[in-house]
């Protein structure tokens, strides 16, 4: 009867959550969780320029998001030079399937990981032998060909368990097929993601000038062709370091534009195959697509340190958008917290995050990783070119100090959802927390309102705060007396406001 009558009540509409637990015959204990609508303050200069319609929604200051991104004519036509005996639509095919492997990678298990999963892998071994086919019994101690056909036999089964659950990592070393297999499987896509990376540091530092460019695994050059492609004219030194000859003799020809008795354009182009140790410093250190070739967490962090020490400006890392790339960004992200505190140094996170603190999506584990969406158009080579996306994560570490409002405007970490009178942003704000809205006009003002709606995946939002608030009513005036009255109830110290 309680349960038909409680079922009736008229339960207030932000009432989100509901958990009753009832001990029947004596008492019952009902909580609940409320969702409360978000202030936004747009940033203040913009909002003005929105309302005076002399800055459209489309264009707010927060927008990152390019055109659908197109490898210059250029490289297009180079890279039917440089194919050697190889079709093109063979190194088109296998260098796709090149890419998936790539994008399927993970970083190696250290050796004390890797020594706990052996362990742990014997002892589900011995817990079952009838399972795993090892005799029922152990053999006699005494005899040690029993013992030694015993042991042969377990190490085998673990052995079988180890390459079906244990990700097996191997270095890839680029001959000159491989190398063309990266141009033709990878080159768009990851010229994309770049082109992105920078132009957002080009619309937001908008008097900075690179004057020197150092490409850590640079591979087949799209980090030049990106970097030279905004800041040609004063850029007058790149650096490239690839651990492969054959990565650097292709990079190199593709900038002769696959002529070898041809001048590169550029200026100052060095090619090495091992960092540098001159403690000459760079505007823009990169590394894109290159952790995973490092064999162990050690040689990650030494060369991450490595390349901290080389930067004036920028330091940027770029990994596929997957789970493992999302994690090894983290690992270097709270290294790099760690070591610009532990030497007193200035610098903050550019982009993505508008914090420092720990990533919210990292300590959440919800099995999702921080990545962002650029789409290509695929090579024209073997028909019409295609659109496709690429999921990358990234981490753009700038040095020195942030006194600009916009580094701090929350970045929008999910596609946007669009709906008929309403519009779902998922930011990472400047707290460090991973933030829902759901913007309308009648609760948040047309310019807000319309900010949202043009905003997409991986743009900021230009908010200068953000906050929760309870618009009063009846409902909210009778929640705040009995919060006077009794004491806050779950920790909500949500303010009551007037309406």
């Avoid at 952790?291 to 890392?317: A, D, G, P």
Wanted: aromatic residues 12%; contains cysteine; charged residues 25%.
């Amino acid at each position: 009867m309680f349960l038909r009558n409680f079922q009736k009540l008229n339960l207030p509409s932000n009432l989100r959550y509901f958990k009753l637990q009832l001990n029947v015959g004596r008492s019952f204990t009902v909580s609940s969780t409320y969702s409360y609508p978000i202030k936004v303050q747009l940033d203040r200069e913009l909002e003005q320029k929105l309302e005076s319609e002399e800055v459209k929604p489309r264009k707010h200051y927060g927008v990152n998001s390019i055109p659908i991104s197109t490898l210059p004519d250029r490289i297009l036509d180079t890279m039917e030079k440089v194919t050697g005996d190889q079709s093109i639509g063979n190194l088109i095919n296998k260098g796709s399937t090149f890419s998936k492997y790539l994008v399927s990678r993970k970083a190696p298990m250290e050796d004390q990981n890797l020594r706990e999963k052996i362990r742990e892998l014997t002892e589900i071994v011995e817990s079952d032998p009838v399972k795993y086919k090892l005799p029922a019994t152990l053999p006699d101690p005494t005899n040690e060909q029993a013992v030694k056909f015993y042991n042969e036999m377990k190490r085998n089964r673990v052995q079988t368990l180890m390459h079906q659950r244990v990700y097996a990592w191997q270095a890839i070393e680029y001959d000159e097929y491989k190398s063309l297999l990266y141009l033709f499987g990878r080159a768009p896509q990851e010229y994309a993601s770049l082109m992105r990376i920078f132009k957002e540091i080009e619309r937001r530092d908008e008097y900075f000038t690179p004057r020197t460019f150092f490409d850590f695994g640079s591979g087949v050059g799209t980090g030049v062709w990106a970097a030279s492609e905004l800041w040609k004219s004063s850029i007058y030194e790149y650096y490239l370091v690839d651990a492969s000859k054959y990565m650097n003799d292709l990079s190199d020809l593709i900038l002769r534009d696959g002529d070898n008795n041809k001048n590169i354009s550029l200026k100052h182009v060095y090619q090495r195959q091992f960092l540098p140790s001159r403690d000459q410093k760079y505007d823009i250190v990169l590394s894109a697509y290159s952790m995973f070739e490092q064999q162990n967490l050690s040689e990650r962090l030494k060369t991450v340190n490595n390349l901290w020490n080389k930067t004036e400006n920028y330091l940027i890392f770029v990994e596929n958008g997957t789970n493992s790339g999302f994690q090894l960004l983290n690992e270097i992200r709270e290294f790099l917290m760690d070591l610009k505190d532990q030497n007193n140094e200035k610098a903050f996170i550019f982009s993505p995050c508008p914090h420092t603190s720990e990533c919210p999506r990292f300590k959440l584990n919800d099995g999702t990783p921080c990545n962002f969406e650029v789409r290509y158009n695929s090579l024209p080579f073997s028909g019409p070119s295609q659109i496709h996306s690429h999921l990358y994560s990234y981490l753009v570490i700038k040095k020195g100090e942030s006194n600009v409002t916009a580094d701090k405007w929350p970045r929008i970490v999910r596609p946007t959802l669009v709906k008929s009178k309403h519009t779902i942003c998922r930011m990472c704000t400047k707290e460090g927390n991973l933030q829902e809205i759901i913007f309308t006009q009648k609760q948040h003002g047309k310019p807000a309102y319309r900010c949202a709606r043009h905003s997409s995946w991986g743009d900021q939002y230009p908010a200068e705060s953000m906050e929760s608030y309870v618009k009063e009513t009846k409902t909210t005036r009778i929640r705040a007396q009995n919060k006077l009255k009794y004491g806050a109830i779950n920790g909500d110290d949500t303010q009551v406001v007037g309406g």
